[in-house]
């Protein structure tokens, strides 16, 4: 059988933002039944010290520093005409080495992680394609210039229009194109303009129950000393819909909720938090703590995971996690999309923002009811959503026999 070359926006190690957990577990499902080849961009200090996991695993890879800046990325976006998310990841050396991978190795697919990643599939390929864009990301795009202000509102609709057109012509080169979850699916097959020509599938985020154990954890130790209930928020914190659902429960939610529970406290818990978060750090009932080595003590900590996302594409790892912990989860309709379970059973979902505050109030007030939810989302996702599980369909579509074997290797190809 041939190897699999493997292409992604973001180095897969360390698995700690939304787009990393997926890949990570993508990439290492692959490396079961193939040797394989990767291609990715490191953004951070952090992703280069965990490059030597990237070497264990893979037969051969390229990580290029991704350091062009947004501006210049937009500058070349207008005058090339393509996507911003396109020219912001385009890289010489790497489409280099895509050729030089597939001319010297026996590349039997090709499997892309994120449509930015697309522009490497060379036209002249002719083996098996399969591209995971996990969510619609021009529907995004639209969302953001529904709500934005100029000029912000013109450069998102702009990117949702061209994003759309590049997402339906992979669709059609690829042999299959998948989705985070059949409501994604569904999104996009109701958008493009040929069907028969686009073969699509769902394969939806798995959960590392194993790791995701309140066994394995103790609150951490400023949230166990709180006097009243603490509510917690996990997310990359410089992405704007995380942004936009934690200023939603600062400013719209807390105020009514600390009217009843004069001590609740909000706890912000992500890197990279925007100066409109932090500056936010400090004021009655809420504590912004950016980056954290680990999410688990806080989530163990949590009287209830809030995540009332307003804009949500795919599946939310962070509500997966809460799930996982035993914990009580609050959340929007948008948050709960993709995610097999049942509201009032395995967690709670309400749209306004007097539902969400009644919804919390409830959940406060009958402690035994929520705690008997926690446990049921946790036997939820240990039962139905494992990785394993969610990712059982991958050899066949990329065209092999489960568990043909195991693919390791360390040679670097640097650009």
Not at 123 to 145: H, M, N, P, R, W
Not at 275 to 293: A, C, F, M, N, Y
Request: glycine share 6%.
């Amino acid at each position: 059988m041939g190897h699999i070359l493997f292409l992604a926006h973001r180095m897969p190690f360390p698995p700690d933002r939304g787009d990393k957990i997926r890949s990570h577990h993508l990439l290492r499902a692959l490396a079961k039944f193939a040797p394989v080849h990767v291609g990715c961009f490191g953004d951070t200090d952090n992703d280069f010290e965990h490059e030597h996991l990237l070497g264990e695993l893979a037969e051969s890879y390229c990580l290029p520093r991704r350091s062009k800046s947004m501006a210049r990325a937009g500058i070349e976006a207008l005058a090339t005409g393509k996507p911003v998310s396109l020219t912001a990841f385009e890289d010489a050396a790497l489409a280099d080495w895509v050729v030089k991978t597939i001319q010297e190795r026996n590349i039997q697919t090709i499997f892309v992680f994120s449509g930015q990643m697309g522009q490497y599939i060379p036209a002249s390929f002719e083996g098996k394609v399969v591209i995971d864009l996990c969510d619609v990301d021009s529907a995004k795009f639209e969302a953001y210039a529904e709500d934005g202000k100029f000029p912000r509102k013109w450069i998102d609709a702009r990117e949702g229009v061209m994003l759309a057109q590049v997402e339906e012509q992979l669709a059609q080169r690829a042999d299959c194109t998948l989705f985070v979850s059949e409501a994604e699916e569904a999104l996009f097959r109701s958008r493009v303009t040929s069907h028969e020509s686009c073969e699509t599938g769902a394969v939806r985020n798995g959960i590392d129950t194993e790791f995701f154990d309140p066994l394995n954890c103790e609150p951490h130790p400023d949230l166990a000393r709180s006097s009243g209930p603490n509510f917690v928020f996990t997310g990359q914190m410089d992405y704007a819909p995380n942004i936009g659902a934690a200023l939603r429960v600062m400013d719209r939610l807390m105020p009514q909720i600390r009217a009843v529970h004069p001590e609740a406290s909000f706890h912000l818990v992500g890197r990279a938090p925007v100066s409109q978060l932090t500056k936010r750090d400090g004021e009655p009932g809420i504590r912004v703590w950016g980056e954290v080595p680990d999410v688990r003590p806080f989530l163990a900590g949590a009287d209830i995971v809030i995540a009332p996302l307003e804009i949500a594409r795919g599946v939310q790892n962070k509500v997966l996690e809460a799930m996982a912990m035993a914990r009580p989860v609050l959340l929007s309709p948008e948050a709960a999309t993709g995610i097999d379970a049942t509201n009032g059973e395995h967690f709670a979902v309400a749209n306004t923002d007097e539902a969400l505050v009644e919804r919390a109030l409830d959940m406060l007030a009958d402690r035994p009811s929520t705690s008997l939810m926690a446990a049921a989302a946790r036997r939820h996702v240990v039962e139905q959503q494992g990785w394993e599980a969610m990712l059982a369909p991958l050899a066949e579509l990329c065209g092999y026999p489960p568990q043909s074997g195991q693919a390791k290797g360390r040679q670097r190809d640097a650009a």
